[in-house]
């Protein structure tokens, strides 16, 4: 079994040098655990003490490998440099000032266990420089992705609550203690599923001609909205 599963994922491997956009933005998909079933049924223990954050993040640099995408590019824009600088101050803040100068760490324990720990917080400003180049040129693979998969989960989801048959991972609560109590039921991890309203109604209407510059500014402010999201993933 483990031998289909190593050829199967080298075969997907190649296959995201030729299919570019498409399998970066299904790493980047995957990478926000949709539904959660990666938190659920792929843990570090089933995984091979592997996350599966750690692998999507950086088979979504593949990208930046094939030649199309070139870092120099995102810093030519200024929105993205301003963007990643920023991210990179709240970044040295969160690594340098609060893991090491605040508490006073041994630089031992700093390097082995709190970098290790905080990656994530490095993860998801360098994360930005692929999906900011991939978005300039196609975030069609993105919104329908987010549409198709968001609607299903968001089915499986009320059917779950409907027939009592867990078909996502969900988590409940009591939320009031009382003659009427109320349970809170929600996902265990949403995803993208915030971005659902905005990317089918974007992907619904694709077909509308719409004035150039009025275009532009949609697709550019949802790439902000967009970096943002990815940025603090691991919140």
């Given at each position: 079994?483990?031998?289909?599963?190593?050829?199967?994922?080298?075969?997907?491997?190649?296959?995201?040098?030729?299919?570019?956009?498409?399998?970066?933005?299904?790493?980047?998909?995957?990478?926000?655990?949709?539904?959660?079933?990666?938190?659920?049924?792929?843990?570090?223990?089933?995984?091979?003490?592997?996350?599966?954050?750690?692998?999507?993040?950086?088979?979504?640099?593949?990208?930046?490998?094939?030649?199309?995408?070139?870092?120099?590019?995102?810093?030519?824009?200024?929105?993205?440099?301003?963007?990643?600088?920023?991210?990179?101050?709240?970044?040295?803040?969160?690594?340098?000032?609060?893991?090491?100068?605040?508490?006073?760490?041994?630089?031992?324990?700093?390097?082995?266990?709190?970098?290790?720990?905080?990656?994530?917080?490095?993860?998801?400003?360098?994360?930005?420089?692929?999906?900011?180049?991939?978005?300039?040129?196609?975030?069609?693979?993105?919104?329908?992705?987010v549409t198709i998969m968001g609607t299903l989960i968001l089915i499986l989801y009320f059917i779950s609550l409907l027939v009592n048959i867990n078909l996502v991972p969900s988590m409940s609560f009591e939320r009031y203690s009382g003659e009427e109590d109320i349970i809170r039921h929600f996902l265990y991890s949403t995803g993208f599923l915030n971005f659902l309203i905005p990317a089918s109604s974007n992907s619904s209407t694709c077909s509308i001609v719409y004035d150039k510059t009025k275009?532009?500014?949609?697709?550019?402010?949802?790439?902000?909205?967009?970096?943002?999201?990815?940025?603090?993933?691991?919140?």
């Open positions: 079994m483990i031998y289909i599963i190593i050829i199967l994922g080298l075969f997907i491997f190649v296959l995201s040098f030729k299919y570019i956009e498409f399998f970066h933005w299904l790493y980047v998909y995957l990478l926000m655990d949709p539904g959660g079933y990666f938190g659920i049924y792929f843990t570090k223990d089933t995984a091979g003490g592997f996350y599966h954050m750690d692998i999507f993040f950086y088979l979504a640099f593949i990208p930046l490998l094939t030649g199309k995408y070139k870092i120099k590019d995102f810093f030519k824009d200024k929105i993205a440099s301003r963007i990643f600088f920023i991210l990179l101050i709240f970044s040295f803040y969160q690594i340098f000032v609060y893991g090491l100068i605040v508490p006073n760490s041994d630089i031992n324990y700093f390097f082995r266990y709190y970098i290790i720990r905080e990656r994530y917080v490095i993860f998801g400003f360098l994360i930005i420089i692929p999906i900011y180049l991939v978005a300039l040129k196609n975030l069609s693979f993105f919104l329908d992705m275009t532009d500014f949609w697709n550019r402010s949802f790439r902000c909205k967009l970096v943002s999201q990815i940025s603090y993933f691991r919140l």
